[in-house]
């Protein structure tokens, strides 16, 4: 199935989206790796406040490179959403909706996406540049010192993912390699 939904996502949205269903995002979304993701979670554990609200939220896991002159972004592929895992589950918790990436998750994180009702979208690897014309402004909004995993602000428009692991704990990567055994 495919559907166009705006973010920030809400429960509503997110029930009627099922693994294998084609999404176009439109919208905020925030770009955050690995080291952000250990500096948000020390944050949260410090209880200390955090570079954006939670609540509702999609986080891209993404390190773009340097926009070349005339571009808002350079070439912006998903990294692998396994280097997120150990902090996963507290941030969906925390209201956390929606991630992007690519790869396998843990079950623990599994679990906190069907306990939380959260989405874990995929997009595709190698495409990066592609990718990056759906990004139409960012803005670096917290540690400018982690330079590419820097947290970010992204405006997207029609951004291509596929439904990886819905809210009901369906996973693409299973079904997908069981239609084809």
């Known amino acids: 199935m495919y559907h166009d939904i705006n973010t920030p996502l809400s429960d509503e949205v ?22 952000a993701h250990k500096r948000i979670h020390n944050l949260i554990l410090e209880g200390k406040e955090l ?4 609540k509702n939220q999609t986080i891209y896991y993404v390190g773009p490179c340097p926009a070349k002159p005339g571009h808002v ?3 912006a592929g998903p990294t692998t959403s396994g280097r997120m895992d150990a902090y ?3 941030l969906i918790e925390l209201g956390l909706k929606g991630m992007i990436g690519k790869g396998l998750r843990t079950p623990e994180v599994v679990s906190a996406i069907k306990s939380f009702k959260s989405v874990y979208f995929g997009a595709t690897g ?3 540049a592609l990718l990056a014309k759906s ?3 960012e803005e670096v909004i917290a540690f400018p010192e982690l330079g590419a995993e820097a947290v970010r602000k992204l405006e ?7 439904v990886i692991i819905d809210c ?3 996973n693409l990567y299973e079904t997908g390699r069981k239609a084809f055994s």
């Open 73 to 75: 972004i350079g070439s």
């Open 135 to 137: 990004i139409v402004k």
């Open 88 to 90: 996963a589950p507290k």
């Open 168 to 170: 009901f704990g369906n």
């Open 156 to 162: 997207v428009v029609k951004f291509p993912v596929i």
């Open 51 to 54: 570079p954006f609200n939670l």
């Open 126 to 128: 190698g495409a990066g």
């Open 14 to 35: 997110i029930i009627n989206l099922k693994a294998g269903d084609t999404v176009y995002i439109t919208g905020t979304i925030y770009a955050a790796r690995d080291a």
